[in-house]
């Protein structure tokens, strides 16, 4: 018997050493040494066979009672009276409206998902988007009032402090997205070339994880602002992370950003930091604000990481907006979509809860929104459709407060390089648990469905 045992083994070709073709390495987040393979990772049958879909993804944004009643009783975060919105509430919401395949397909989405880096990244997104059409207002009716108006220096100057703004707020999003194309910090284990960035690079897989962490963010930043300018929002993510020649938003839309622009909005709207090289070897407009050529103080980079001493308040500001927890969002005057409202006045889907102005019964107005919800349950909101995503305001007072931000001070930064890092609250792991719980049942329902 051990000589059967003994043949078996010599035998055996495929036997080999746990820890061959490979290095050990100190991983700073356990404290001990870890071991890091550096042969080519092979892509398993199922993600092997998956071709990158870069066509329209529907989100299930209308849901009927029975759905909103199984995402309550399944994956809501528990809430009491006094809670607010989270970026993890809308994430939530975003994950269950979005297709299976989608999340299937690339099961490590929602791991990126929960980073703490992509916390940074969504918020970063919503209040770049929130302040960009907001922005993008405020020049139109400018636009439209100096047409029967000289400019004058003031004119020039608010316009300039729109630019700056824009440019900084695109460089927050950019310092978390070169994280991510770099395998930088979190987003290490996530590389397309492994841990160590020496096996083969597997982009059919990036391109898949890349394109579903986008249109989540998305989404998730249109609900953030209340469901309004969805193509506007989508044309403007796609144009910041893509180059022109891989914008199919603007492809399907049959539409250029610019085209409606006139010079002075584009300027404002767009920037000064926009190189078109050739083809594919141009750099995406985020590429090009963490490598522009103006004045940046360095601190912009760390903002959220590294624990800085003395920071002017602008910094204070964008610090507040990407790491403080969001509860405390109207203590600093921090408006971010409607991210940090009461949650008690949001529903199952996030829409506002409207009080009616009319004597109606409150039951009445229950039946009306039910059989309204009943209607439409069937209706999925597509990233494809040409209409505009909106809902009718039934009041005229805004869902969230406009965007404030402190003026760029004069000041100089700080010569010395702070070592120290923020104490970072980690993610949700209980919601994080569920997902990947869920992906896994529907995982194992799929493949028994194709034995059979």
Known sequence: ???????????????????????????????????????????????????????PVEFKDNLDLLDELRFRKLFQRKTVETDVVTVQDIKDLVLYTAPLKMLI???ATVNVLHLRA??????????????????????????????????????????????????????????????????????????????????????????????????????????????KAF????????????????????HRLNSMNTEKLSNEEQKILLGHCVHYGKKIKTQSPL???????????????GLGIIKYNGLPSRLRYFEQMLIAPEILLSKFEISLGIVGLPRSNFDTMLREIKVPLSGASTSSSRVRQSVGRLTSSRMSRSSAGGKQKSTTSATMQPLYKDIVIPEPSNTDSSAEFSCETLPTAPCDQDQQNKWLRWIKLHTNRKNKHKKH
């Open 1 to 55: 018997m051990i000589g059967a045992y003994s043949s078996n083994y010599d035998n055996d070709e495929n036997f080999e050493s746990l820890f061959e073709d490979g290095h050990w390495e100190w991983d700073e987040n356990v404290m001990q040494l870890v071991f890091t393979s550096d042969r080519p990772r092979r892509e398993s049958s199922y993600e092997s066979t998956l071709q990158t879909t870069f066509g």
């Open 105 to 107: 397909s690339a099961p």
């Open 118 to 227: 992509t916390h940074r990244f969504l918020r970063a997104l919503i209040f770049y988007c929130q302040y960009y059409l907001q922005t993008s207002d405020e020049m139109s009716k400018r636009s439209l009032e100096l047409e029967a108006k000289i400019r004058t220096h003031r004119s020039d100057e608010i316009e300039r402090i729109f630019q700056i703004n824009l440019e900084d707020l695109r460089l927050l999003v950019a310092k978390e997205y070169c994280n991510l194309i770099m395998g930088d910090g979190e987003f290490k284990k996530y590389h397309h070339m492994g841990l160590s960035k020496k096996t083969r690079s597997l982009t059919k897989k990036e391109a898949h994880l890349f394109e579903n962490v986008l249109r989540i963010a998305i989404q998730i930043t249109w609900i953030a602002l209340g469901r």
């Open 231 to 250: 193509n506007q929002i989508e044309k403007e993510v796609h144009r910041i992370f893509k180059t022109p020649i891989f914008n199919f938003a603007d």
């Open 287 to 301: 590429a090009n604000e963490a490598f522009c050529s103006r004045h940046i103080d360095f601190r912009m980079f």
